[in-house]
């Protein structure tokens, strides 16, 4: 039974990882791809460390993996984030498509600030 449900968390895990690759690869921008790929890889490698922690049934390396995991998921959405912010700041272009801009009416090009 714990090898089906380590089976199962490592498939799902390759699974978010392979979603992630793939957005990398299908999204028309740097704001979209960075929101898939973080999202999805986040959760392939919680999934994934999860799945190794059981498969070795130590104490201690469930411990490194469980503080791994929420390494990951503490940094990865506030680095997009940040990258995001400044991909913004510099002039990174939107997609055509895009229907929400919220720092547009914001952010003062000239001066180089968010008002």
Do not use: E, N
């Not at 390494?71 to 995001?84: M, Y």
């Amino acid at each position: 039974m714990v090898d089906m449900l380590i089976a199962t968390l490592l498939v799902v895990g390759a699974l978010f990882i392979l979603l992630a690759a793939v957005g990398l690869v299908r999204m028309p921008d740097l704001y979209t791809r960075m929101s898939c790929s973080t999202k999805a890889a986040t959760l392939g490698v919680a999934a994934s460390v999860a799945g190794a922690a059981l498969h070795f049934g130590d104490v201690g390396i469930a411990a490194r993996a469980g503080a791994g995991a929420v390494f990951v998921l503490v940094t990865a959405p506030v680095a997009a984030q940040v990258i995001g912010r400044a991909a913004y700041l510099v002039g990174v272009p939107l997609w055509a498509g895009t229907v929400v801009d919220q720092l547009r009416d914001r952010y003062d090009r000239a001066r180089g600030s968010l008002r």
